[in-house]
């Protein structure tokens, strides 16, 4: 027998070294239960559960339907800009932290609040949704994100920022009248092009970064799935459907008056006619020039406005 302890006391160490080296990095998502957490906690479920262990952090885990049964993946009640004490604790031992920022006017402090609770936590790594125009100050979400990517790059966390355009999936707000009246209306010019992005490519990409960190280490990525108009929404409508389906262009009062009766704020309609008048203006902001960097980031294709189409067409006839 070697001096200076028991045989026993030698296999419990080397179980406990094993175990150590074999523990999978912790990835949690906090803001799960909305779109972009939703896609990419379902994308690190079928992608990456054997390489991570997956924490999806909601407000209320028994209401999170989506995500129940996904494998790999636990729930955990967690809010964004919640008790500092309470998320500090729920962090612990966490690897990696995506923040997907919530739609609200006090974004930036919530998530400001989330990261620096992170730090403190011993989070080892941030990635934070943030827009294509934080770097336009003068502008109602790039005064939010800016302020945000900021404080979060100052805190001593290696992190990476997603910037994210407008969503494919706001062509859900045109289902009613491309069903009643085979058209759609925006104040946007139909001519101009302009980048946007599908839910599931956003979270694709999250996933991957969030499964390889490292490989990320303070980036900055301009994620957009396509390059498209309006005129070529109207064009990919009317191939799917089989029936012409027009876009009526409508004044921008006439518009926020729309969206404020349909129970958006002010200041959310406000934002989103800034993209709108950038798209109008030709901006190369709103008009991304790289198209490639989810190709870069997942190794796959992003999904085009047709594909997109004709996954949801059923829905619109």
């Known amino acids: ?28 998502v906090i803001g799960a239960s909305g779109n972009v957490g939703t896609a990419t906690v379902t994308a690190l479920s079928a992608k990456y559960a054997d390489k991570v262990d997956i924490r ?3 407000r209320k885990p028994e209401a999170a339907d989506k995500l129940k049964g996904l494998k790999g993946v636990s729930l955990v009640a ?18 990696a932290l995506f923040i997907v920022t919530p739609g609200t006017k006090d974004r930036a402090e919530l998530v400001i609040s989330t990261a620096q609770a992170a730090r403190d936590a011993g989070v080892k790594f941030l ?24 404080a979060v790059s100052q805190l001593g966390v ?21 069903k009643g009246q085979s058209t759609f209306y925006s104040p946007v010019d139909p001519e101009k092009p302009y980048t946007s992005i599908v839910v599931s490519d956003a979270g694709n990409a999250a996933a991957a970064i969030l499964s390889n960190p490292t490989a990320h280490a303070n980036q900055t990525y301009n994620l957009v ?46 934002g989103i006619f800034e993209l709108d008048k950038l798209i109008d203006g030709g901006s190369r902001v709103t008009n991304a020039e790289d198209l490639t960097q989810y190709t870069k980031i997942t190794g796959e294709k992003p999904t085009d406005l047709k594909t997109w189409i004709a996954n949801v067409k059923a829905a619109f006839q």
């Open 78 to 95: 967690a809010e964004i800009g919640g008790d500092r004490d309470k998320l500090v604790a729920t962090l612990r031992g966490v690897d």
């Open 1 to 28: 027998r070697q001096a200076g302890g028991h045989p026993g006391t030698v296999n419990r160490l080397v179980c406990s070294v094993k175990r150590s080296v074999m523990a999978k990095p912790v990835v949690f």
């Open 225 to 270: 799935s396509d390059r498209h108009t309006f005129n070529d929404v109207a064009a990919s409508f009317s191939e799917a459907l089989g029936r012409e389906v027009k876009y009526v262009r409508v004044p921008y009062e006439a518009a926020k008056q729309s969206l404020i009766q349909m129970g958006f704020q002010e200041w959310q309609v406000d």
């Open 127 to 150: 990635l934070v949704v943030s827009v294509l125009t934080a770097d336009l100050t003068n502008t109602i979400f790039g005064a939010q994100c800016s302020k945000l990517e900021s």
């Open 56 to 58: 999806a952090g909601v």
């Open 158 to 178: 290696t992190y990476s920022f997603l910037r994210l355009p407008l969503f494919v999936e706001n062509y859900w707000g045109f289902k009613d009248t491309i």
